[in-house]
């Protein structure tokens, strides 16, 4: 273990970065973990407040407002704290906004509570995601998608406990006060593990960890060329990133329907139980667990941009098939060809986010954390308008069409991850 703040040895990297590396796993499954725990649960809290399809999904989308605006502050905030005490600090806070949702009296209260919920997984988001490149650049290896695989799987342990949870009758209240004390205890016990401010920057803030080559001194030719770290992005440092934050909303589309509907969904048009409804759910995350434990090699043989459009593909291909499905089967087998649709998508999508933060995290000539936030605020972005958008699609057109939106989704993946993710292959290769 290192101490906070300690600068790594380079010829012992892989001891001394345990801690951290332990630390961001944490802070990945605890993140996962909780929202796994509320999904299976949502029909629950939907029928408890008595609300309809659309109502349900204007209520849903305070949660992607509150993280717009929690997107805001990540990177105020990432310069007054480490990344990693700040990714601490709201993810505890999320762990119990989290336990007592289910307490809500009135469709008012709920909402303010994910709002809040958005706030601070929207600052806890981008602060863990730096902190894990920052860990990925001083090791040396690629990590990223290994991190957001320890998020899926602790979104698959989540949902199954809020599936038996739910199959048993355990409250809401008492399955996700449960849920808030433990991921809250496992990211407290992240933090003295974590690296600290000082391994990040300098007290000019430039960012050390990233830095390629030795700095120019002042005043010389080849400062005179260098791009000055910039807290606002320019013209075109801001549409790089707004198309990385498209493409990543395009994945996280498929998150989303998974996260709110896909309960509903299977209970609606697959007539499952209770206890079977967290399904949907599983299976994204759980075949985006196994695409992000192979994923870095995966991008190391084949390309991120390869990939990535292969991804887009697979999600077309998932959603397309458990739409169809939905029209010729029932019963039994419509549940089976419904969850490998479901798992054929989240398979697709598990490198796309990932690729999307590295890239946008790579954007020269900006402070750190800022290329994530406008990522994580387009993105979403993508979330706040994709509830009400479904909730009207199962209101005038049938539960069974709110998967659509999944399809629509994919196209954009494979027409725009080429273009950008290639981008990021390029960087690698020049610099091997």
């Known amino acids: 273990m290192i101490a906070t703040g300690e600068v790594v040895d380079p010829d012992g990297r892989g001891t001394a970065l345990r801690g951290p590396v332990a630390a961001t796993a944490l802070l990945f499954a605890a993140n996962g973990a909780i929202f796994g725990a509320i999904v299976p649960r949502l029909p629950d809290l939907k029928d408890a407040l008595d609300l309809g399809p659309a109502a349900f999904g204007l209520a849903m989308a305070c949660y992607p407002a509150g993280a717009l605006v929690g997107g805001l502050f990540a990177p105020v905030l990432m310069r007054r704290r480490s990344d990693g005490a700040v990714a601490v600090a709201t993810m505890v806070v999320a762990s119990l906004v ?50 957001h695989a320890v998020w899926s799987l602790g979104a698959v342990l989540g949902a199954a406990g809020g599936s038996v949870a739910a199959g048993a ?22 933090y003295p593990l974590r690296l600290g401010a000082a391994v990040a920057e300098d007290r000019s803030g430039r960012d050390l960890d990233r830095a390629p080559g030795p700095v120019a001194a002042p005043g010389s030719p080849a400062a005179d060329r260098q791009v000055p770290h910039r807290r606002i992005p320019g013209g075109r440092a801001m549409l790089l990133l707004v198309a990385f934050g498209l493409l990543a909303s395009c994945a996280a589309v498929v998150e989303d329907f998974a996260q709110t509907w896909s309960a509903l969904y299977l209970r609606e048009v697959a007539v499952a139980g209770a206890g079977l409804a967290g399904l949907g759910f599983i299976a994204v995350q759980g075949a985006q667990l196994l695409g992000r434990l192979t994923g870095d090699r995966l991008v190391d043989g084949f390309g991120a941009a390869h990939v990535g459009r292969m991804g887009g593909a697979c999600v077309v291909a998932g959603s397309g098939g458990a739409l169809a499905a939905s029209f010729v089967l029932d019963g039994p087998v419509l549940l089976a060809v419904l969850l490998a649709g479901f798992a054929l998508a989240g398979w697709g999508i598990a490198t796309v986010i990932p690729g999307a933060m590295v890239g946008a995290d790579s954007v020269p000539g900006l402070t750190p954390g800022t290329g994530l936030a406008v990522l994580n605020w387009v993105m979403r972005l993508g979330f706040l308008a994709s509830p009400p958008l479904v909730g009207l699609i199962a209101e005038h ?36």
Do not use: K
């Open 98 to 147: 989290a336990a007592v949702l289910g307490l809500s009296p009135t469709v008012g209260v709920f909402a303010g509570l994910l709002l809040l919920f958005g706030v601070c997984d929207a600052v806890t988001d981008v602060a863990m995601n730096a902190h894990g490149i920052r860990v990925q650049l001083l090791h040396g290896r690629s990590l990223i998608n290994r991190f």
């Open 169 to 190: 009758g355990v409250p809401v209240v008492g399955q996700m006060s449960a849920a808030g004390v433990v991921c809250a205890g496992a990211v407290l016990a992240a």
């Open 397 to 432: 057109a049938g539960m069974r069409w709110t998967v659509a939106p999944v399809v629509v989704g994919g196209v954009l993946i494979a027409l725009m991850a080429g273009r950008l993710l290639g981008r990021t292959d390029t960087r690698q290769e020049t610099r091997t």
